[in-house]
């Protein structure tokens, strides 16, 4: 693995065996901390040797993102020793239920506003966030979030509750929405691994038809309008890049019948058999077909019927979250 996230796990290795010393010196008798210690001085003699992140079974790298959730792993996924598989198909599921458990309704209807989603995640967990927060007292705005993680399985569907969380707390605090992105940020910053980001966008959405929005590093939001379609493209970096970003922020008018369409890259980045990308030119020309009639669900609708015909029926190679938030009235 690249040397830079090997120093890095080295130097948490390193404090984690410092911590186990420690741990030790008031129990000694402890039978598993005594045997973490021997894993963490495997693991650091293994970097010594240049064996590390490499499978035992195999031979071949450790996938990444397992070994920065979990520096110890000695095994690839696929030679996996059986109480280690089932172990992990255990917590699969665990994370499969929590993960649904957080999704908004599918369907949202609030102040002139109608709100569809469609959830795929490509395996068991995803690493794509999706929310949509009704004021609780029944006036003021209602407040979105659609974003992505890097990595995959476990880890990432865990930094995406993580951001649930943070979204929905700050949220609820009345804080403006640059305030928001900007405490989130430092926050992802301060308790995420290195290399570990999101790109997102989220915003507020007020009864006379205001949206006011933030892209940090994601896809470009559109505007499907009566007579065009605009890209609302982002002027920041992903979240967990870098602490000190001030977040970027604009506000748009949408008129009754227009909609607000955010997206992952599994849409976009869907392949079809000749390894063609569906590309967000194609939606685009797709949405401009579809200004002018038809709910929020009727545009999910079209816009994944769309996509099954372009990927010939065949299976999507990655997580797929879509939102339209449609002004009906």
């Known amino acids: 693995m690249a040397a830079i996230e090997q120093g890095f796990l080295q130097a948490q290795l390193e404090e984690r065996r410092h911590r186990l010393q420690h741990a030790l010196e008031t129990a000694p008798q402890e039978a598993a901390l ?12 293994r970097m010594t040797g240049g064996t590390y992140g490499i499978c035992e079974a195999c031979h071949e ?5 397992r070994l920065l959730a979990d520096p110890l792993i000695c095994y690839c996924l696929d030679h996996l020793p059986e109480a280690q598989k089932r172990a992990l198909e255990q917590d699969l599921e665990l994370a499969t239920r929590v993960q649904r458990g957080l999704l ?3 369907d949202i209807a609030w102040g002139g506003w109608e709100v569809r989603h469609h959830y795929a995640p490509a395996a068991a967990v995803s690493g794509d966030y999706c929310d949509v927060i009704r004021p609780d007292n029944g006036s003021g705005e209602l407040f979105f979030v659609l974003g992505d993680v890097s990595g995959k399985g476990v880890a990432a569907s865990m930094l995406m509750t993580q951001l649930h969380a943070m979204f929905r707390s700050l949220s609820s605090a009345g804080l403006p929405l640059d305030q928001i992105v900007s405490v989130a940020n430092r926050v992802f910053c301060d308790s995420s691994l290195a290399g570990q980001y999101a790109t997102l966008i989220c915003g507020r959405a007020a009864t006379n038809g205001e949206v006011e929005i933030s892209n940090s590093g994601h896809l470009p939001a ?9 890209k609302l493209e982002s002027v920041s970096v992903p979240l967990g890049m870098f602490c000190a970003v ?23 980045e869907a392949r079809n058999a000749a390894q063609e990308e569906y590309s967000v030119e194609r939606y685009v020309r797709l949405l401009s ?6 709910s929020a669900r009727d545009l999910v609708e079209a816009s994944l019927s769309d996509l099954r015909a372009f990927a010939g029926g065949g299976r ?14």
């Not at 559109?222 to 605009?230: F, H, I, N, Q, Y």
């Not at 077909?289 to 038809?294: F, L, P, V």
């Open 61 to 65: 790298p450790v996938e990444k993102e």
């Open 104 to 106: 908004p309704p599918q």
């Open 34 to 45: 005594t045997q973490l210690l021997a894993d963490v001085d495997a693991a650091l003699k």
């Open 222 to 230: 559109l505007v499907v309008r009566k007579d065009s379609v605009e």
């Open 246 to 268: 001030k977040p970027s922020f604009r506000k748009i008018q949408l008129g009754r019948g227009e909609s607000l369409v955010l997206y992952t890259d599994g849409l976009s």
């Open 316 to 329: 999507l190679g990655d997580d797929l979250t879509l939102m339209v938030l449609r002004r009906a009235q």
């Open 289 to 294: 077909g579809k200004c002018c009639g038809g």
